[in-house]
């Protein structure tokens, strides 16, 4: 089974630096970095507005929640937003590679 993670991040920079130390530790397959997006956002009792760059990142299930939480230790926000979810389906051929993750 295969999962998925989302996350923005402050640059790009930050989010392939993160994502590298990830897939060395094992813990993803894969980072998917877009372009900025602008973000509105309420954060404790304040609107706040900002550019971001997501990311979207490709696991193994059994892998979701160490990755999450290697996430937000990583991760240069005082609270990231992280949002990981187990997928309904994936091809057998993404199956069989990012189940080899959990070897």
């Excluded at 990830?22 to 998917?32: A, H, Q, V, W």
């Excluded at 609107?47 to 979701?64: C, Q, Y």
């Excluded at 609270?79 to 389906?89: F, H, L, S, Y």
Aim: hydrophobic residues 50%; proline residues 6%; contains cysteine.
């Amino acid at each position: 089974m295969t999962a998925l993670i989302y996350c923005p991040f402050p640059d790009a920079a930050s989010a392939e630096r993160i994502g590298a130390a990830m897939l060395d530790e094992g813990l993803i397959g894969c980072i998917n970095i877009g372009a900025p997006i602008r973000s509105l956002f309420a954060w404790q009792g304040e609107r706040g507005e900002s550019e971001e760059v997501p990311a979207l990142i490709k696991t193994a299930a059994a892998l979701l929640e160490r990755a999450v939480a290697r996430l937000e230790v990583l991760h240069p926000y005082e609270a990231p937003a992280v949002i990981g979810w187990k997928a309904d389906a994936a091809g057998s051929a993404t199956q069989a590679w990012l189940g080899a993750l959990n070897r």
